[in-house]
């Protein structure tokens, strides 16, 4: 294995490693510290943090499906999804370092989000963001850790066809 291609993996073990370990500390903190449903506010009661246990998916969706279903719609199948996510990353080492960081971010937080739910049954969330207008429900970092990949490999597209066009 070259220089080069080490490198290309240690860089992608290491945004996964801080992508997991930042939620999975922060997870621990909230478990360990806050009670259930206990409620702390801050930056003027425009940051809020809860702590709440998500059996479901997003935002609770299919938190009522007979439990047979739920392990295959919220743990084999995102898992199936990470685990190919993880085999494209280190398959692919002309992939753009942006596009890398992406794809490392949402397979760093689904981990993070399986690892909840094979462990504990659940998903730890526990911020919500409410500034009037703009107003999220109770998520974790691992969500952000998806959502800033998502948001990188959208930005990151937009740029590469933009100049693609333009040419």
């Known amino acids: ?3 080069k291609r080490i490198l290309h993996v240690i860089l992608i073990l290491s945004i996964l490693i801080v992508n997991i370990g ?3 500390i922060s997870k621990r903190i909230v478990r360990n510290k806050i009670s259930p449903y206990e409620t702390i506010q801050l930056l003027s009661n425009h940051v809020i943090i809860t702590h709440v246990e998500n059996s479901g998916a997003f935002l609770s969706l299919g938190n009522s499906l007979p439990k047979s279903a739920k392990n295959i719609l919220l743990s084999l199948l995102p898992l199936t999804a990470v685990a190919l996510g993880f085999i494209y990353i ?7 370092n942006s596009i890398l960081a992406g794809l490392c971010f949402v397979v760093g ?9 094979v462990m504990y049954g659940s998903v ?8 009037g207008f703009f107003q999220t429900g109770i998520f974790n970092m691992a969500d952000v850790s998806i959502m800033a990949g998502v948001f990188i490999i959208l930005i990151q597209s937009f740029y590469k066809r933009k100049f693609t066009q333009s040419d």
């Open 22 to 24: 930042c939620d999975q």
């Open 109 to 117: 937080g689904g981990m993070g989000n399986i690892f909840d739910r």
């Open 1 to 3: 294995m070259s220089t």
């Open 124 to 131: 730890t969330d526990f911020l919500h963001i409410n500034f």
């Open 90 to 96: 280190l398959s692919r080492p002309a992939i753009s």
